[in-house]
């Protein structure tokens, strides 16, 4: 009999806790199910737990906001100073016209806005930065926490000379002491400066001659600040220029350029970009009147050559009148020179037009043949006219057109574009067309030049019988008028040029000039801020998402329904009139409290279970010490005996006995001895401060509790209890330790699961479930013990199924709860 009964318990240790080695069942597997069921979202959970950190999260809230303050406090604006320029191709002056050295210069050159950009960022506009602004020195004055650089305002100014360059980009502090003298000092590797000196006076100091002279910005104020200055050399200048200076292509269509720089101080900011305006303008205007001198310098090198052609014709002309001493000839000579003359001026022209045939034949080549779009071929072209080729003239206006309309084409589209190419092509017809027609001219020049060499020969012919000085004087006026007129042509090209450059502007407009900024670009106030409180709500939601995952024990009895199908009997409060250091007996001393009546409600739905016209076993246990299992089961005994029943309970938590201490009494005696035979069950009997109410303790601690349990004797003593008592109430031990319980359980009428709030944990309720599938203890019931006291009646959660959670009876109670203080709502609020 000892060996069966060992086995099922062996068994039933198996299967209720540890789930043991056999067969999945149907009741093992709806256990999984539940399990997996309960890994979900528990949004009743999940709302308790972000209301009880709804000030953890206001808190995390204002830190953000907090942060984002000081951040916005002591870090130092940034600002930024903007100008728009226009890139234009504009002249005051026409057009120099001689032959190809004005226009080898390439239209599109101002146009090429990388270039210009590159022109604003080089070491041309920084050394006038430097030297116009004076960048070399920084004054700034000591704030609170954030120092502030004086730009323009300083209340002094030195005069250096640096001898050490290591005192180069260091700080050197300077205070007055008075209003004529003032203290400097610094410390560096291998260099101090400390010592008191008088304004407006030069100071030798170790490495650094010094002189500090006070500005307008002077005044009593500025004995009180401390003051100090950076000497920067040219590199750390450039530097600071080449970081906080942005050159940006605005617009490629409309030409534009976006100068703008960056710097704490928005006045430094502004100045130094309209300066890079006035500069760069300077530079576009020595650029152009550097372009404009080669092509002066070009025009008298070709006078120089010139004037001496004609100083060498006018001397031979010369020795000839010396030596005939005559200057007329016969008529027929003078009428033979005149027409030579003709033929001459005839040939020089059509060797002019050869010339500008070769000139226009190189131009059409260029990208451009006029310099600009409202220019007209004339115009560009002077001598055109004098070839009379109108075919000539309308192709290289149809060329000139269509260039600078594949100009705009390109601004819009690529060169694979269906449309550039079509115009490429169109182009290359027509500049076949203009090299054709050039070559014919070309041949028709060079014939009417054959034809006058023919008439030449014809009237040197009949020259050779005049006199040889007639032929002589005639042979050497050619040279010198043809000297002449080409000196003349050179001395006009050059003063039409003068013309031009003294007509030469910059070719860019300020479309925005630099204004002084108002508002810093970083940091950004409202981004900031949005970030600060962003980053505290991410905070706080972080909060609540750990919080609830840590938030593994049971709360109220919405949780403890959703994680069992056990029905819960109801909700006992927190006892908190005394700190009882052993779980007693209470309900007799205040029979109208708040934990009576619930206590009330709880016997109330046990006559719902199982009626109370009848003999009733009650099992009470829980998953560990210190749940209340003892304090349920005292307490429901003596609100059951105040009603008129004759109640008994039974501690047969053998282990750890606590029945005799919640009465106050002994435990030499009790369970233990009477299932050894050693005393009678009215021997053990113990009486209560309530008639209808005894005990029987657990008796001295025996080694082998389970087997005593599961003796024939223990049931002998429930049937001898059975005729005296209408309930017996057993405190079993704790299911979550040893399984002595659990035997008790299935032969109990109603056995009582005890779960208190905030302690245990919803592990705990999965291991109820598992009891209840695998022992079929249909009749399963549980109780929320200590929970925390809210609403009229001193408890929130209600009455189980007896009275519910009404606002009817205030003050019906005894012990009315006081209002909670507000440190304990803060406590509630962080717990």
């Given at each position: 009999m000892?060996?069966?009964?060992n086995a099922?318990?062996?068994a039933?240790?198996?299967n209720?806790?540890d789930g ?5 069942t ?9 399990d ?5 979202l528990?949004l009743?959970?999940?709302a308790?737990?972000?209301r ?16 984002a ?11 930024k100073s903007?100008?728009l320029?226009?890139?234009d191709?504009?002249s ?6 001689l ?9 599109r050159a101002s ?10 960022k ?5 050394k ?7 960048l070399y ?7 609170t926490?954030l ?5 323009g305002?300083s ?5 250096y000379t640096?001898?050490?360059k290591?005192l180069y980009?260091q700080k ?8 004529t003298?003032?203290?400097?000092s610094?410390?560096?590797?291998g ?5 008191e000196y008088?304004?407006?006076k030069?100071?030798?100091l170790p490495g650094?001659?010094l ?9 009593p ?8 200055f950076?000497?920067?050399?040219q590199?750390?200048?450039?530097a600071y220029?080449?970081?906080?200076l ?18 704490f101080n928005?006045?430094k900011?502004?100045?130094i ?5 006035t500069?760069y303008?300077?530079a576009k ?5 550097e ?9 008298d090198q070709?006078l120089?050559?010139n004037?001496?052609?004609l100083e ?9 009148v010396?030596?005939t ?5 016969k008529?027929?000579?003078a009428a033979l020179?005149?027409r ?5 001026e005839?040939r020089?022209?059509l060797?002019?037009?050869l010339v ?16 600009n779009?409202d220019e007209t ?20 206006s149809?060329?000139?057109?269509m260039?600078?309309e ?8 690529t060169?694979?574009?269906?449309a ?13 067309s203009i090299?054709r ?7 028709a020049l060079l014939?009417?030049i054959?034809?006058?060499?023919r ?5 040197d ?16 006026q050619?040279?010198?008028a043809l000297?002449?007129g ?6 006009g090209?050059?003063?039409d040029y003068n013309?031009q450059?003294?007509?030469?502007t910059?070719d860019?407009?300020i ?20 970030i600060?409180l962003?980053?505290?709500l991410?905070?706080?939601l ?12 049971i709360t109220?009895?919405r949780?403890?329904?959703h994680?069992?199908q056990?029905?819960v009997?109801?909700?006992i409060p927190?006892y908190?009139k005394?700190k ?7 309900v ?6 708040a934990?009576s009546?619930?206590?009330r409600s709880?016997r109330?739905?046990l006559?719902?279970?199982?009626s109370?016209k009848?003999?009733r076993?009650?099992?009470v246990t ?5 749940e209340?299992k003892t304090?349920v089961t005292?307490?429901?005994a003596?609100?059951?005996a105040m009603?008129g029943q004759r109640v008994?309970?039974l501690?047969l938590?053998m282990?750890k006995?606590?029945v ?8 030499l005696?009790?369970?233990?001895t009477?299932?050894?035979d050693?005393?009678?069950?009215a021997e053990c ?5 309530i008639?209808a109410?005894?005990?029987i303790s ?6 082998n ?5 599961l ?5 002998q ?10 309930v017996?109430?057993i405190d079993?031990?704790?299911?979550g ?6 035997l ?7 056995p009582?699961?005890?779960v208190?709030a ?13 009891l209840?599938?695998?022992?079929n ?10 929970a925390?006291s809210?609403?009229a009646?001193g ?8 009275y519910?959670s009404?606002?009817y ?15 304990q709502?803060?406590?509630r609020l962080?717990k």
């Open positions: 000892a060996v069966n009964e099922e318990l062996e039933l240790i198996r209720a806790i043991g080695t056999e067969p999945p149907a009741a093992t597997v709806g256990a999984a199910a539940d997996e069921a309960d890994g979900g528990d009743s959970t999940l308790l737990v972000a009880r950190s709804l000030l953890w999260l206001l808190l995390l809230l204002a830190l953000g906001g907090s942060a303050w000081l951040y916005l406090r002591y870090t130092k604006p940034v600002y903007t100008s320029l226009k890139i191709q504009r005051e002056a026409g057009v120099v016209g032959g190809g050295q004005l226009a080898a210069a390439d239209p146009s090429k806005l990388a270039g210009e950009v590159q022109l604003i080089s070491e041309i506009i920084y006038e930065l430097r030297d116009s602004l004076d020195v920084n004054y700034y004055v000591q704030g926490v120092e502030s650089e004086l730009y305002i209340p002094f100014q030195i005069a640096i001898k050490d290591d980009n050197i502090s300077l205070a007055f002491t008075s209003p003298r003032y203290s400097i610094y410390s560096g590797p260099t101090a400066l400390d010592g008088d304004l407006e030069q100071v030798s650094l001659d002189k500090v002279t006070p500005t307008q910005y002077f005044g104020a500025s004995l009180i600040a401390k003051y100090h950076t000497i920067q050399d590199g750390t200048v450039n220029l080449e970081k906080n942005a050159v940006d292509i605005s617009s490629a269509d409309a030409n534009t350029i976006q100068i703008s720089f960056t710097d928005p006045k900011a502004q100045r970009v309209n300066k890079v305006d500069v303008q300077r205007v020595l650029r152009e009147q372009n404009t001198a080669r092509t002066l310098r070009y025009l070709q120089e050559v004037y001496d052609n060498r014709a006018e001397n031979r002309y010369q020795g000839f010396e030596k001493k005559t200057y007329d000839v008529s027929e000579v020179a005149s030579g003359e003709d033929l001459e005839q020089l022209k060797n002019q037009n500008l045939l070769s000139e226009i034949s190189r131009m059409v080549q260029q990208t451009h043949i006029t310099r779009e071929i004339e115009q560009s072209i002077p001598g055109l006219g004098d070839i009379n080729d109108p075919i000539l003239s309308q192709l290289l149809q060329l000139n057109g260039q600078w594949q100009e705009r084409i390109r601004r819009s589209y060169g694979a574009t269906e550039v190419q079509q115009k490429n092509a169109q182009m290359d017809y027509t500049l076949s090299l027609q050039i070559t014919q001219a070309r041949k014939n009417k054959a034809l006058l060499d008439q030449q020969n014809k009237l012919a009949k020259q050779q019988g005049l006199p040889s000085r007639a032929t002589e004087q005639a042979r050497l050619r040279p010198l000297a002449e080409t000196y003349t042509m050179l001395m090209k050059k003063v013309i450059k003294a007509g030469t910059a860019f407009q479309l925005f000039p630099a204004s002084e900024p108002r508002v810093p670009i970083s940091p950004v106030r409202l981004m900031v801020y949005a600060g962003a980053g505290g991410f905070l706080g972080g909060l609540i998402a750990v919080r609830y995952l840590l938030h593994n024990t109220n009895t949780e403890l329904e994680s069992t056990a029905a009997l109801g909700v927190t908190d005394e009882m250091e052993v779980s007693r007996l209470v007799n001393d205040n029979p109208k409290s934990i009546e619930a206590i709880i109330t739905n006559d719902f279970i199982s109370a009848k003999q076993l009650i099992s829980s998953t560990i010490s210190g209340g304090f005292v307490n429901l003596g609100i059951i009603s008994i309970v501690d938590d282990r006995p606590k005799n201490l919640a009465f106050g009494a002994e435990n005696k009790g369970v233990s009477i299932l050894i050693r005393h009678s069950v009997i113990q009486r209560t401060s008639d109410l005894q005990f657990a008796g001295p601690t025996p080694p509790p389970s087997e005593l349990i003796s024939p004797r223990f049931d003593m429930l049937k001898e209890l059975y005729e005296s008592y209408d017996v109430m079993t031990p704790p299911v330790l040893v399984t002595d319980g659990i008790i359980m299935r032969r109990a009428d109603i009582i699961y005890i208190r905030d302690y245990s944990r919803k592990a705990f309720i999965k291991n109820m479930n598992r209840m599938r695998t022992n203890l249909t009749r399963m019931c549980t109780i929320l013990n200590d925390q809210k609403g009646y408890y929130g959660y209600g009455y189980g199924y007896g519910g009404g606002t009876g205030q003050g019906y109670y005894e012990d009315p709860t006081a209002p909670p203080t507000l440190a709502k803060l406590g962080f």
